[in-house]
């Protein structure tokens, strides 16, 4: 997929270590990633937005994250972990990292998600919607 681009939108208020590190990353592999420092527009919204240019999920986590790990779903959660984690200083770290396909489709990834939800999100094909994760069905669901 040669034409496959990712923008990382984060927030000016929290330091931009963890976008930097999650760019680079990606073009490690060979992905056009581009990271841009957004000011906060409303109170603090702390949440990171990825922009893909992918018909669907499955085919962008697929091609991006089994070139960053031996499974997709593990690259996958590698990269949320980098983007959520509080930085050494002990500064705050995003509250979610929202993926949004080109197709307008939206998922959610937040601190607490269990192995699970890596691995089904691979395979979701999130069109149209915002997806989260429902803890207690343990799958993902529009919202």
């Known amino acids: 997929m040669t034409d496959l681009k990712v923008e990382i939108l984060w927030p000016l208020s929290l330091p931009a270590n963890p976008a930097e590190e ?6 490690a592999t060979g992905i056009d990633t581009t990271c841009m420092l957004l000011p906060t ?7 990171v937005l990825v922009l893909v240019t992918t018909a669907v999920m ?9 070139k960053l790990a031996e499974e997709a779903h593990r ?31 939206r998922v959610t990834f937040t ?5 699970r939800a890596y691995e089904q999100a ?16 343990t799958m993902w669901v529009p919202s």
């Open 41 to 47: 527009r409303r109170g603090a919204a702390d949440v």
């Open 58 to 66: 499955e085919p962008f986590l697929r091609t991006i994250f089994q």
């Open 122 to 137: 691979v395979g979701l094909d999130a069109r149209n919607e915002n997806w989260t994760w429902d803890s207690r069905h």
């Open 22 to 27: 999650g760019q680079d990353l990606l073009r």
């Open 75 to 105: 690259g996958l959660k590698a990269f949320t972990d980098r983007l959520l984690k509080p930085t050494a200083d002990g500064t705050q770290a995003p509250e979610s990292v929202v993926f949004e396909m080109s197709t307008g489709g």
């Open 111 to 115: 601190t607490d998600l269990p192995e």
